[in-house]
């Protein structure tokens, strides 16, 4: 469920990121089918990406821990696809503290 707070959350500075000259995306690792489901039921302004595979989450080191607890991450991408800023999390919390952080790396870049 935090999760969806964080997209929410999201949703509602996104003009702020673009005024960053920025944009943001999701990455849900599921189906095609649950993230477009996942998007419509949040509104969200902004592309919500299926990942049924898990390969960015594996990428980026993002597997379950303790098989339950979904580890999340984070990141400002510049326009040259340098990552500029990168966060990881286990305890989805802290996505809710996050939103500022990124919408602050995003201002940086511009």
Not at 65 to 85: F, K, M, N, P, W
Not at 95 to 102: A, I, K, Y
């Amino acid at each position: 469920m935090q999760c969806r707070a964080h997209v929410a959350q999201l949703g509602r500075l996104y003009k702020d990121f673009q005024a960053a000259g920025a944009d943001v995306i999701v990455i849900l690792g599921d189906t095609p089918d649950r993230a477009h489901h996942y998007a419509e039921s949040l509104h969200t302004p902004f592309p919500v990406l299926a990942d049924p595979e898990r390969d960015v989450y594996i990428r980026f080191g993002l597997e379950k821990a303790l098989l339950v607890i979904q580890r999340t991450a984070s990141l400002v991408v510049d326009r040259h696809g340098v990552i500029r800023y990168i966060k990881r999390a286990t305890n989805p919390m802290t996505w809710l503290q996050e939103s500022r952080e990124l919408l602050e790396a995003a201002r940086a870049l511009g």
